[in-house]
T-cell receptor
Framework: AQSVAQPEDQVNVAEGNPLTVKCTYS??????LFWYVQYPNRGLQFLLK??????LVKGSYGFEAEFNKSQTSFHLKKPSALVSDSALYFC????????????FGGGTRVLVKP | DTEVTQTPKHLVMGMTNKKSLKCEQH?????MYWYKQKAKKPPELMFV???????INESVPSRFSPECPNSSLLNLHLHALQPEDSALYLC????????????FGEGSRLTVL
């Protein structure tokens, strides 16, 4: 079975500082990895994905993520956080063995303080 | 147009009521999804439609009944719900059955009294 772990329920960071949201996964075969963001009372918005190729993936709003196969991780990063980045972030994985179904991690709340 | 539109945004219903949630997309996507999300939890997949046919039903109770009248519309019919069914119901669509890049609506917040 495939699974995703986001070890931190909440991440606090000062505006202008680097932001990292951690994600590790477990899947049979090659993983397809995604990050979504959810603002309060809104649906999820796609940020970025890793399918194949370059391990460093760039996405929306200045976010990027690095795929590390040996550590089975896909951490989300932003060099300089904004107050408006405060939201709930979900990592997700698809493994073909699970019938192409998307599995979400538990979510990490990011709070960026001015 | 890159939107998934859900109506109503809020719905309050009693346990004996029958109501429906509606979802519409005009991106030409051929896969549509219903997710249920409880507060501060990840979305849970309920149903997947591919080319207007139900392809995944995640063992959802029969009091939830999905319908896909055409490639742009997705409904979720609700009947005899329980208070624990109160949640945010999210509709999503994707280009095909490789669902990773999902486009979500803003959700319908359901309260069952």
């Amino acid at each position: 079975a495939q699974s995703v772990a986001q070890p931190e329920d909440q991440v606090n960071v000062a505006e202008g500082n680097p932001l990292t949201v951690k994600c590790t996964y477990s899947v049979s075969g090659n993983p397809y990895l995604f990050w979504y963001v959810q603002y309060p009372n809104r649906g999820l918005q796609f940020l970025l994905k890793y399918i194949t190729g370059d391990n460093l993936v760039k996405g929306s709003y200045g976010f990027e993520a690095e795929f590390n196969k040996s550590q089975t991780s896909f951490h989300l990063k932003k060099p300089s956080a904004l107050v408006s980045d405060s939201a709930l972030y979900f990592c997700a994985v698809i493994g073909k063995a699970a019938g192409n179904k998307l599995t979400f991690g538990g979510g990490t709340r990011v709070l960026v303080k001015p | 147009d890159t939107e998934v539109t859900q109506t109503p945004k809020h719905l309050v219903m009693g346990m004996t009521n029958k109501k429906s949630l509606k979802c519409e997309q005009h991106m030409g996507h051929r896969a549509m999804y219903w997710y249920k999300q409880k507060a501060k939890k990840p979305p849970e997949l309920m149903f997947v439609y591919s080319y207007e046919k139900l392809s995944i039903n995640e063992s959802v109770p029969s009091r939830f009944s999905p319908e896909c009248p055409n490639s742009s519309l997705l409904n979720l019919h609700l009947h005899a719900l329980q208070p624990e069914d109160s949640a945010l119901y999210l509709c999503a669509s994707s280009q095909g059955l490789f669902p990773g890049e999902l486009f979500f609506g803003e959700g319908s917040r359901l309260t069952v009294l």
